[in-house]
């Protein structure tokens, strides 16, 4: 064994080992209880990043544990390979995506291999495979003869210079992050799956999935946003036609004075034609089309707009309500109208008092009485109804029923449930994603591809320019077909699918990424599926997580799998920062883990990652903490090395520990007390940081036993055993976090196998229980002996024996004793 603990020597022979024992390889022939663990697969964009180490370091840890608690473990690696950077690396490099996609894979998989993790990588995926999306397509088939894809006219975000949709998250202050020229939403058929038919399932299984995070499953509601309320229709003066509202507050209906319109809403630009206001009205729909109008934006905007030139009624008052085109109404809500109450809503109370529109009150509070010329806010709680008919008096709760259930009566309203959730969107106008299997006939209208001209492949025989729009609707060879039906000349769909649609499905693939037949091996999914813990950053808690429930869904109703839900358990890992900020390469703040493992080795940055914080919350770069981790494997080589002859040709103790000295029976405690510690934080919560603390308090008292004459091994068969167990509960208590380091000592102390499948360890309870314990005796504050007492002993016993103890009555000879005070039961302090 070598004198100094050589990280880069042993890391880089135990990865040749596993590699050439294919020691992470896993079927589904086990007598084992299976047990899946993924991480969320990484975006191959050249270079790991010191959240993805934090990230794949967990699931290793998870991984490795439950293997060692006798689980048939499944933990595979992929990427999610198509989407935007690659065309963009092609504009700025010169590089064909694939070419650029495929280059990285290799060297972000090498950087994966570095840290040791135990990934199966014989089911290594990558979604710009055509052997993977080939079954995204067939899906998508599917999906659309059951109604699941369609296609219909949208508002996207169209650059009119690049000549293409942008995604929301493309569009910077009103503007493409391209060319920085102003974008406009434009309508454009586009293609949808209909997540909303699940929509109930989706919302009610968020009551089924005690394993995730709750913040994670609110999000999730509020992203379904599941309203009860009301449906409202407006007739419009002097036009046929109504406005339709939905509200959930049909008890102020009395109240409503105004109506305000999203700039996206159809009925805009017809209710100000031919009006004086038709000119305003079209420069500010034109205006308000351009700008980011997400929610969060839009709730901290001034609320502004401007009147149609017409009015609707309100059906209970018969008011004639003038109707404005506002900025801080959203299409996606509602049906993008809104009934406005300034007294009861304070975005359209400012929107009042801007515009000098009316204000009445129907909601009063019981301990004070609202005057509307005096509000300096809107009045949102709930109260008892005023100004508003039969139903004074009632209580705003009850109102809701009675005035919907009015209207009712009168046909102009009806009870309503509505979603904020709406159909996903999945098409993209780029060329680096998964061909749409859609074929477009002047004769016969549109067509799927025929299941046996799978996979539709995209091709690589194309110039990415940057001119905008699809490079695929310029390349003849691609967009020119022949009609499945005819025969004749047709067009091939030149959109290609949202990336989400490949996460959505990935972790199903694993369990089967050989299989030729079909999208998925039943049986071999059904004994895998659902994956028993789940790894990924907050920022995917919505949608990634929403659409592969969905798609999990999708594909149990189409026959595939028989899961409801893809995830039993989430844990969601909080970012690493440095000095309070996330690590970004524009904030020159970041750490790169290849100058991190040259170093200081895999083993220390994993350990580092595992003890800086507990998983879920954000990790606090240091280098100070970098370095005390491989202090700390440094102790423990040191350690193992100087007792390494003594425990060559012992065995670990497994007896009662009656015959063994009270020293000896303290350091058993420890040990055990530190395999119940550690296996009780990491089953738990996963919390590893607080498992590593163990292992460095049982290394401490490992050191200090080393100074004990009464546990020398060299001398003492006996304590030569408890070294050894001491030892090797060490090493499998470290192997999953730091599993090079382990691998290498347990291969030092003569086990011809790897750590690895060596079964974790269990706490024996009356080890844990010791029968005496030490006490420490100081006279005037210094320490002068310690003396063994009954674990049971009470304070006057203990007292007892402290003053009687020779070495105490030899300095005590002479002297009065003042005062004796037993702390803990673990220190007497006399005071002469």
């Known amino acids: 064994m070598e004198t100094r603990y050589n990280p880069a020597i042993i890391e880089a022979k135990w990865q040749q080992y596993w590699e050439e024992q294919d020691l992470f390889r896993v079927t589904e022939l086990s007598d084992k209880s299976k047990y899946y663990v993924l991480e969320m697969f990484p975006y191959p964009s050249g270079r790991i990043h010191m959240g993805h180490v934090r990230n794949y370091t967990i699931g290793d840890v998870v991984a490795r544990y439950k293997h060692m608690q006798g689980f048939n473990i499944l933990h595979p690696m992929g990427w999610d390979a198509f989407g935007m950077p690659a065309e963009n690396a092609a504009l700025a490099h010169g590089v064909h995506p694939a070419a650029w996609t495929y280059e990285n894979i290799d060297y972000m998989r090498r950087q994966l291999k570095s840290l040791g993790y135990s990934y199966d990588w014989s089911r290594e995926l990558a979604t710009c495979d055509p052997d993977y999306y080939r079954w995204e397509q067939s899906v998508f088939i599917e999906m659309f003869r059951r109604g699941l894809a369609y296609k219909k006219l949208s508002p996207v975000n169209w650059c009119d210079h690049c000549q293409t949709v942008l995604a929301n998250e493309q569009v910077e202050d009103g503007a493409c992050w391209r060319c920085h020229q102003p974008v406009a939403l434009r309508e454009l058929e586009q293609w949808f799956f209909k997540i909303t038919d699940y929509v109930e399932e989706l919302l009610e299984y968020c009551d089924r999935l005690p394993g995730w995070p709750e913040r994670v499953l609110t999000m999730q509601r509020n992203w379904i946003g599941k309203s009860h309320g009301a449906q409202i229709e407006f007739a419009i003066e002097s036009l046929d036609g109504v406005i339709t509202v939905f509200t959930t507050r049909p008890d102020t209906l009395f109240g409503a004075t105004f109506m305000s319109l999203a700039p996206e809403h159809p009925l805009a630009p017809r209710l100000a034609q031919g009006t004086r206001q038709e000119q305003a009205v079209q420069e500010f729909i034109q205006i308000w089309k351009q700008r980011d109008r997400s929610k969060g934006v839009v709730d901290e905007l001034v609320k502004e707009g401007v009147f149609t030139g017409r009015y609707c009624l309100n059906p209970v008052t018969g008011w004639r309500m003038p109707i404005y085109v506002a900025n801080f109404v959203l299409m996606e809500y509602g049906s993008g109208a809104v009934m406005a109450v300034p007294a009861h809503d304070q975005r359209d109370f400012e929107f009042a008092r801007k515009y000098d ?301 009656a015959e063994l000295s009270p020293e000896l029976r303290r350091l058993r405690q420890k040990v055990h007390q530190t395999i119940h510690r550690a296996t009780s934080d990491i089953e738990a919560r996963f919390h590893f940081n607080t498992a590593i603390a163990a292992l460095m308090e049982l290394v401490n008292e490992l050191y200090k036993a080393r100074e004990e004459p009464a546990t020398d091994p060299a001398s003492n068969h006996l304590a030569a055993s408890v070294w050894r167990e001491a030892i090797e509960v060490l090493i499998l208590i470290l192997s999953p976090m730091a599993p090079h380091l382990a691998e290498e000592l347990w291969h030092h102390l003569g086990h011809p196998t790897s750590v690895y499948h060596e079964p974790w360890p269990q706490a024996e309870a009356a080890a844990m229980t010791a029968d005496v314990r030490l006490v420490v005796i100081q006279v005037n504050g210094k320490l002068r002996s310690k003396i063994e007492v009954a674990a049971a002993a009470s304070d006057e016993e203990i007292k007892h024996l402290a003053l009687t103890d020779t070495r105490i009555q030899e300095l005590l000879a002479g002297q009065q004793v003042k005062k004796v005070v037993v702390a803990r039961r673990k220190l007497v302090n006399i005071v002469v």
């Open 357 to 657: 529109l009316p204000l009445v009150v129907v909601i009063q509070p019981s301990d004070h009485t609202l005057i509307a010329e005096n509000m300096t806010a809107a009045y949102e709680d709930p109260g008892v109804l005023v100004n508003s008919k039969q139903f004074d008096g009632l209580a705003s709760e009850t109102a809701k029923d009675a005035i919907t259930a009015h209207l009712e009566t009168l046909g102009l309203g009806r009870r309503s449930i509505h979603y904020r959730l709406k159909d996903w969107g999945i098409s993209r106008q780029r060329y680096w994603g998964a061909p749409i299997p859609i074929i477009y006939c002047e004769r016969c209208g549109m067509q799927t591809v025929p299941e046996s001209d799978l996979p539709i492949r995209l091709p690589l025989d194309v110039e990415i320019s940057g001119e905008g729009g699809s490079p695929l609707a310029r390349l003849d060879s691609f967009a020119k077909t022949i009609c499945p039906v005819c025969g004749g000349s047709a067009r091939r769909e030149v959109d290609t699918m949202d990336t989400f649609v490949e996460s959505s499905w990935y972790f199903l693939r694993y369990a089967c990424p050989d299989y030729q037949e079909g999208i998925l091996d039943r049986p071999r999914v059904n004994y895998w599926m659902a994956v028993d813990q789940y790894i990924g950053g907050i920022e995917h808690a919505v949608l990634h997580l929403l659409y592969a429930r969905f798609f999990t869904k999708v594909l149990r109703d189409l026959g595939y799998i028989q899961v409801d839900e893809p995830f039993t358990r989430l844990l969601t890992q909080g970012m690493v920062l440095m000095d309070g900020a996330k690590m970004s390469k524009s904030k020159g703040n970041v750490v790169d883990p290849n100058e991190l493992i040259g170093t200081y080795g895999a083993d220390t940055t994993r350990l580092f990652c595992l003890f800086a914080a507990p998983p879920e919350k954000d990790l606090e770069w240091s280098d100070q903490g970098v370095a005390g981790a491989f202090r700390f494997l440094n102790r423990i080589w040191s350690l193992v090395k100087e007792l390494l002859e003594s425990l060559k040709s012992a065995t670990p103790w497994r007896g009662t520990g």
